[in-house]
């Protein structure tokens, strides 16, 4: 959203981009997300790039509309699972992120974030996470979301333990 917003921002009238004020530019992206059919956010649209990084543009019931392949965040226990593979048991609901791997903020936020239920394969699960050494810990795991009707994965792109225990 920030690229269109400093497009507009940028070169928006032509030859007279500072004829507009800043406040008037964020109004037009947020008319352009309007009559294209997404849904208005609980305040307005802010006017620096910064901020509208962080704004994030979810489908309606988007728990279940992530699509396959989407770029997850989730936090749960890890557990062994048959044939060698493993699991993330009592898992929160997948969260679409922009980043591949953890933050220091992510961290803080999985750590108190409450467990759930449900539970999802891990796949690409290599020697550097250290799995065996974190089993029943609770952890937090980016990738890549896959589900179907008879199983969820997640094809890792990040582990990383927030807490040595899997209390609430």
Known sequence: MSKLFAKIRDTMPPLN?????????????AYLFEINGFPSGSSELPSDTA??????????????????FA?????????????????????????????????????????????????????????AYQAEAHRGHKMEARGLLYRDSAYSEINLTSLTMVSPTCAN
Do not use: H, M, Y
């Open 51 to 68: 901020a509208l990084d962080r704004v994030q543009i979810v489908r309606k019931d988007a728990a279940n509309a992530l699509p396959n």
């Open 71 to 127: 770029l997850v965040q989730l936090v749960g226990c890890l557990e062994p699972a048959a044939n060698g593979r493993w699991l993330l048991t009592r898992t929160t609901d997948p969260v679409a992120v922009k980043e591949d791997s953890t933050t220091a903020t992510s961290i803080r936020a999985a750590e108190a974030s409450p467990l759930g239920s449900g539970k999802f394969d891990l796949v690409s699960v290599s020697r």
């Open 17 to 29: 981009a500072a004829q507009v004020s800043l406040n008037s530019k964020a109004d037009i992206v």
